[in-house]
């Protein structure tokens, strides 16, 4: 066939975050969570990355006025999914629960176990993070494990792009092309030349994934026609142009959307 | 302008998850239903006293009869889910120099490219007796007229010309779609400005000649938004340096037709939700009178493909739920049918 996206805003981010203290107590209380793998971590075969607590730059004076101001805050341990959420563990996810498929879950390239889900609204993505006690990153949580804690470009710090560590794009957005090796989604493993110092993969690239912050101005102005109503997605996909191949550059989509290609998520256990 | 969104969407059409509707007849219709499990109905043809239709769900070719019910015939067609995850396959059908003409669609993803693929066939009932082209990217839908075999290239988003011989003369290509300014930004405020304007894709979905003029219903392409199809018309001969705007506003338009009397009939696949995609039940068969409102021939569709016109008070619709909608004209209260597949 021819070809052939809302809540009050209580979720702005705050300048300084929560005590290690109340870091460490959810922490603990995560690891009481009923999905806990023998490992302690929930999804099989998607461990939990530490990132330890202390400051780091958030913000990107050089970007979009939506990204400034650069700053530096003060963030608590989290730990983050080592890869995107796979087919694969999205499948286990819907046979324990029963909740709706990926939009492209039957896609013969897209749907392969392991590549990264896609075709998922905010909505699926904060049921099956729910549902293994974690939640999705904040944007805080994403700039710090995507950019270390001194505002690296890149995960893997401040070496120009390249088809060994991202899977992005054509030069000119939206198109795809495989000169890093595929064509649409890598495997969630893939490109370990691109991770970050922690060893977390496809921060950049793969699939833009989404965050639970509801999109804001980091400034605190009012922005009332879109305050409360859109989701967060970062770090581009398969399909992005070097632009939007960045850890600072901040999508906004109706978090009801559900039929990207592109859009999948991680999830990160979160004192916040 | 921009032609593409960050977050994109592929599969505009596919048969996924597509439930059974129930459809509804506008005032002054009865229609009845028959379906066929598990099929995905793309091509409609009137066919004596039956109809034929095509199968992508299996790749076959479909006769149906009052009395016979459905039964496959023709050679068994490659068939699949392309590249971008639609289905693909025999996409349309209609009697032609004593056999059966069929337009295939792009090779399936997981298949070797085989020379009956994205190409016009001539086909008998047991057998592909010669390819006439395969110089299409995604040949979706043809009309016969006067020896000559119209084709919309759903990939090239072209109207081509083919003879019976196999040359192939590109008529026209369809302009991308403006989009409304400012609709986009409900989606995202950071991709799409209210100040920019934005096109999708002029996908030439349904194809009719009439008159002396050939009438494409281009769909417009992502994010599928409500009103922005539209039907258009070329002249069968001669250059056409622009198509003619016929009619605008339509949701989605996947056929056009003409009833006996002229008026145009359009079938719409339905109003697209970024939650739940095309909403069932709301495709529609509408009749166009001219510049007035369309009038409902038959709604409550759920991803209906395509019409035919079968005589003066009966009106066909199949769709990828497996289908087939008969409509006729009746002065007596509104009433459907429901009949098992045979």
Known sequence: MPPSARSSLTGRVKIAWISEAVAALVVALAATGSCLAASGDPIRGNPLIEIAPGPFVFGNDAGNDNERPRQTVVGPAFAMNQTEISNEQYQRFIDDTGHRSAFYGGHPFLGLGNRPVVGVSWTDAEAFCDHYGLRLPSEREYERAARGVDGAPFPWGAAPLDPMRVNGGAETCCGSDDHDGYAMTAPVDSFAEGASREGILNLVGNVWEWTRDLYARYDGAADPQNDGKYRVLRGGAWNSDPSHLSTTYRLAYDPDFRFAANGGFRCVRSPD | ?342
């Not at chain 2, 509707?21 to 219709?29: L, N, R, V």
């Not at chain 2, 459905?70 to 639609?86: C, E, K, N, Q, R």
């Not at chain 2, 009438?215 to 622009?242: Q, T």
């Open chain 2, 1 to 342: 302008m921009r032609s593409f969104a960050r977050l994109i969407t592929i599969a505009a059409v596919s048969a996924s998850g597509v439930a059974w509707g129930a459809p509804a007849p506008g005032p002054g219709y009865v229609a009845e239903v028959v379906h066929l499990d598990g099929a995905i109905f793309s091509g409609l043809a009137e066919d004596g006293d039956g109809l034929l239709m095509t199968n992508l769900g299996d790749g076959r070719l479909y006769r149906w009869s009052a009395s016979a019910g459905f039964a496959a015939f023709g050679p068994p067609l490659s068939h699949g889910v392309d590249v971008i995850g639609d289905p693909t396959g025999p996409y349309d059908v209609a009697r032609y120099d004593g056999g059966y003409l069929v337009a295939e669609g792009w090779t399936p993803v997981d298949h070797d490219a085989l020379p009956y693929d994205h190409a016009v066939l001539a086909v008998d009932d047991d057998r592909i007796e010669r390819v006439i082209s395969s110089d299409f990217w995604n040949p979706f839908r043809f009309t016969a007229v006067d020896g000559d075999i119209y084709v919309i290239d759903a990939a090239r988003n072209s109207l081509e010309k083919l003879t019976p011989a196999g040359e192939r003369t590109s008529l026209f290509t369809f302009a991308r779609i403006r989009q409304q300014e400012g609709a986009l930004k409900r989606l995202s405020p950071t991709e799409f400005s209210g100040k920019q304007t934005y096109e999708s894709d002029a996908v030439p979905t349904g194809i009719v000649a009439h008159g002396a003029r050939i009438y494409v219903s281009l769909f417009a392409g992502f994010p599928f938004l409500a009103g922005a199809g539209k039907i258009v018309s070329i002249p069968r001969s001669g250059e056409a340096l622009a198509a003619r705007v016929e009619r605008e506003g339509l949701n989605a338009p996947v056929d056009v037709g003409f009833d006996a009397d002229g008026g145009m009939l359009v079938l719409e696949h339905g109003t697209y939700d970024q939650s739940v995609g095309f909403e069932p039940g709301s495709g529609r068969l509408i009749s166009i009178d001219g510049g007035g409102s369309p009038r409902l021939v038959l709604g409550g569709l759920t991803r209906p493909v395509s019409l035919a016109v079968l005589d003066r008070d009966r009106i066909v619709v199949c769709g990828l739920d497996g289908t087939v909608v008969f409509v006729t004209k009746s002065m007596a209260p509104q009433q459907s049918g429901e009949k098992e597949a045979q």
